[in-house]
């Protein structure tokens, strides 16, 4: 089963200082982080924000690649949590068939942006993603971040419009 989530902010980490996507439940208050790469964080706020870069950027060369082979993204789907690293599948639609690409959660995101479709996390990838601690001390802080983006109000999180 999967759950439909839409992106409830693009932040810092204040710890690590690395960008974090956090990904709401849209049936629930459930959040979900997801750390992610400086340059893939620009191309998924550049598209939140409607901003436009003087040349294509590479999630601007992928839709454009999409949309001139006749195919359209039809949903992207973070499908496992493997070793704390997520993965994720573009389900692509071309010509009547239905094309599933491997994507870093990132880049899906990224994309499913420039698409306007749905994003999904894989149910088992939800409940592991707030289960996911190796010891006590690590949960102490896991429930602590949790409780922090919880409590995250819009103008620390900005308001963006899907």
């Not at 200082?17 to 750390?35: E, F, Y």
């Not at 294509?56 to 070793?83: C, F, G």
Request: net charge negative.
């Amino acid at each position: 089963m999967e759950i439909e989530v839409r992106i409830r902010g693009l932040m810092m980490d204040p710890a690590t200082n690395m960008p974090i996507v956090v990904l709401k439940d849209v049936a629930s208050d459930a959040v979900m982080p997801i750390w992610v790469g400086i340059f893939e964080a620009q191309s998924i706020a550049f598209e939140i924000e409607k901003l436009a870069a003087p040349r294509p950027m590479t999630h601007d060369l992928a839709r454009n690649l999409i949309h001139n082979l006749n195919a359209s993204l039809e949903r992207v789907v973070i499908s496992e949590l493997r070793d704390e690293t997520f993965f994720a599948v573009l389900w692509l639609k071309q010509g009547g068939e239905t094309v599933m690409v491997d994507a870093r959660p990132s880049d899906a995101i990224a994309l499913a942006l420039r698409f306007d479709c749905p994003i999904y996390v894989a149910e088992k990838v939800m409940d592991s993603a707030r289960l996911s601690t190796s010891g006590p001390a690590e949960s102490a802080s896991t429930e602590q971040l949790r409780g922090w983006l919880e409590g995250l109000n819009d103008e620390d999180l900005g308001r963006y419009k899907m």
